[in-house]
Each structure stands twice: as structure tokens, then as C-alpha cells.
């Protein structure tokens, strides 16, 4: 027998933080350790927590679309932002 979760579409949190959430704050410590230097971490952790509350106000999906429309993220089954025409 296996255990469905509550909410299959919850993203997983560790300490109330989003996992890329968290994968920003340890590469902001790892960068500040690598180059020893505090002032690249607070420098970075500020970006990280700017990004983390700028992520609470806008609606899930956001960053992906953005990066979408810059042409920096292929999403699937979807043609590339700059392309003018196209067959389907």
C-alpha cells in the first residue's frame, strides 16, 4: 500500500521554502565560501530573498513564461517565442 499525498500539486518545501528556493540560498553560501568573501554573500543572499518575495506576488509560472519570452526557455509543444511563422 502506498500513501497518495494530500495535494499531489503542492510544490515540495523544506522549511517553507520552495526547493530552488533553497538551492539559491546554498549556492549563495558555496559562492561566498569558494571566493571568501562576505560581501558576495549578502550581495547574493539580498538577490535571493528579493526573488523570493518577488516570486510570492506573481501568479505560478511567471519566471518560466518570462524566460519564454526572452528566448532563454523552451517550453514543450510550444514554437520559439521569435518565430513569426510557422505550420501546424
Request: aromatic share 22%; proline share 5%.
Given at each position: 500500500?502506498?500513501?497518495?499525498?494530500?495535494?499531489?500539486?503542492?510544490?515540495?518545501?523544506?522549511?517553507?521554502l520552495e526547493?530552488?528556493?533553497?538551492?539559491?540560498?546554498?549556492?549563495a553560501?558555496?559562492?561566498?565560501?569558494?571566493?571568501?568573501?562576505?560581501?558576495?554573500?549578502?550581495?547574493?543572499?539580498?538577490?535571493?530573498?528579493?526573488?523570493?518575495?518577488?516570486?510570492?506576488?506573481?501568479?505560478?509560472?511567471?519566471?518560466?513564461?518570462?524566460?519564454y519570452?526572452i528566448?532563454?526557455?523552451?517550453?514543450?509543444?510550444?514554437?520559439?517565442?521569435?518565430?513569426q511563422?510557422f505550420?501546424?
Open positions: 500500500m502506498y500513501k497518495i499525498p494530500r495535494y499531489i500539486n503542492k510544490p515540495l518545501t523544506f522549511i517553507g526547493m530552488d528556493e533553497v538551492a539559491l540560498i546554498y549556492f553560501a558555496f559562492y561566498g565560501y569558494a571566493v571568501e568573501s562576505m560581501i558576495y554573500f549578502i550581495i547574493l543572499l539580498v538577490g535571493v530573498i528579493w526573488f523570493i518575495i518577488s516570486k510570492k506576488r506573481h501568479p505560478q509560472g511567471f519566471y518560466r513564461h518570462t524566460l519570452f528566448s532563454l526557455y523552451r517550453l514543450d509543444l510550444y514554437p520559439s517565442f521569435n518565430k511563422e505550420l501546424e
